[in-house]
């Protein structure tokens, strides 16, 4: 009986070692090699971007006019963001122009991709050809619409409408209130449309030719070979797509402020230009950075929605 006991207590003695091993190479992983390179890097990000976005956040609760001394207001500041019309209005905004920018820049890009993937001489073209806005600078986008955009009857889009015999559709594309926001969400989707169109354009290229000859072979047409073989092994493409999208349609601020300024009135105003003439143009400081804590919290909520239910449709 004795020899029988034995081993179970010497198993004992040996599991605080192993365990003791197991952690010190978790431990270690932290002192690899890869890491010493990665170190430098990370204390630059740390000192340039964690540090300030931390400690910026205690500003939120003060009025500080960003040179004079801070006091501590509590949450008067969120309080006055979601009293304040031209900051909810500037949400409504945000949201539309997310939802257009996010349906309609992505929706372009599949069918750009579907496209220029088929077997046509120039597609090698098409695609730097659709490609080459999304590398251009946002402001200059701006800029470059703002002369489509132009108001004359026989300048940019105006006078393209007036040749074609459409002059009854001439706008003022920008200095209308019921356009100015649709017109930036066409700027912006006209720029982008392209960067969505080489993600699918990845997954198209990952999808197995075999499945569609399988497919023609059991007598699926071409909208069920789509439906049925590529939208679902695009699934990862199209979740890139849609986080990209929404994200760049939250934050959105160059084309706005280089287009319209907000204008006219506050007609397109964003979250992102409330906050900045909050604390550029009227020194509240203090209430710019609520403003900030506020769109980073939102886009975090959106984004983790988002991604959770994409990832589920992945493995659906």
Same mark, same amino acid.
């Given at each position: 009986?004795? &020899?029988?006991?034995h081993?179970a207590p010497?198993a004992?003695?040996e599991?605080?070692?192993?365990a003791?091993?197991r952690?010190?190479r978790?431990g270690s992983?932290?002192l690899?090699?890869?890491?010493?390179?990665?170190?430098p890097?990370l204390?630059?990000?740390?000192?340039?971007v964690?540090?300030p976005s931390?400690s910026? %956040?205690?500003?939120?609760?003060?009025?500080w006019?960003?040179l004079?001394?801070r006091?501590f207001?509590?949450l008067?500041n969120f309080?006055?963001?979601?009293?304040?019309d031209?900051?909810? /209005?500037s949400?409504? *905004?945000?949201l539309?122009?997310?939802?257009?920018?996010v349906?309609?820049?992505?929706a372009i890009?599949?069918?750009l991709?579907l496209? %220029?993937?088929?077997?046509?001489k120039?597609?090698?073209?098409l695609?730097?050809?659709f490609?080459?806005?999304?590398v251009?600078s946002?402001?200059?986008?701006?800029?470059?619409?703002?002369y489509?955009?132009?108001?004359?009857?026989d300048a940019?889009l105006?006078?393209?409408?007036?040749a074609?015999?459409? /002059?009854?559709?001439r706008q003022?594309w920008?200095?209308n209130?019921?356009?100015?926001?649709?017109?930036?969400a066409?700027? %912006?989707?006209?720029?982008?449309a392209?960067? &969505?169109?080489v #993600?699918?354009?990845?997954?198209l290229?990952g999808v197995p030719e075999e499945?569609?000859?399988?497919?023609?072979?059991?007598?699926?047409?071409?909208?069920?070979?789509?439906r049925?073989?590529?939208w679902p092994?695009?699934a990862p493409?199209?979740t #890139? *797509?849609l986080?990209?999208?929404?994200?760049?349609?939250?934050k959105?601020?160059?084309?706005?402020?280089?287009?319209t300024?907000?204008g006219?009135?506050?007609a397109s105003e964003?979250?992102?230009?409330?906050l900045?003439?909050?604390?550029?143009?009227?020194? *509240?400081y203090g209430?710019?950075?609520?403003?900030?804590?506020v769109?980073?919290?939102?886009?975090?909520?959106?984004?983790?929605?988002q #991604?959770?239910y994409l990832?589920?449709r992945?493995?659906?």
């Open positions: 009986m004795t &020899s029988t006991l081993p010497a004992k003695r599991a605080p070692p192993a003791a091993r952690r010190r978790r992983r932290f690899s090699p890869p890491w010493w390179f990665a170190a890097a204390a630059v990000y740390a000192l340039v964690l540090y931390l910026g %956040v205690v500003y939120a609760f003060t009025d006019n960003g004079g001394d006091g207001v509590g008067d309080v006055r963001l979601f009293r304040d031209a900051a909810r /209005g949400l409504v *905004n945000t539309l122009l997310t939802v257009a920018i349906v309609v820049q992505n890009g599949l069918l991709a496209g %220029v993937h088929a077997r046509i120039s597609r090698t073209v695609r730097v050809v490609f080459a806005p999304a251009v946002p402001v200059m986008v701006a800029f470059l619409w703002k489509i955009y132009n108001p004359a009857p940019g105006n006078g393209i409408l007036g074609v015999g459409l /002059g009854g559709l003022d920008l200095g209130p019921d356009l100015a926001i649709w017109s930036i066409g700027m %912006v989707i006209w720029q982008f392209g960067y &969505s169109m #993600i699918f354009l990845a997954g290229e499945l569609h000859e399988a497919a023609m072979i059991d007598g699926a047409g071409r909208f069920q070979r789509f049925h073989v590529t092994l695009l493409a199209v #890139i *797509n986080m990209l999208s929404t994200i760049g349609g939250l959105l601020f160059d084309q706005v402020y280089a287009a300024q907000g006219p009135g506050h964003t979250l992102s230009t409330v900045y003439k909050q604390a550029f143009v009227f020194g *509240n209430y710019s950075i609520s403003i900030a804590l769109l980073a919290l939102f886009v975090a909520a959106v984004s983790m929605v #991604i959770h990832r589920g992945e493995t659906a």
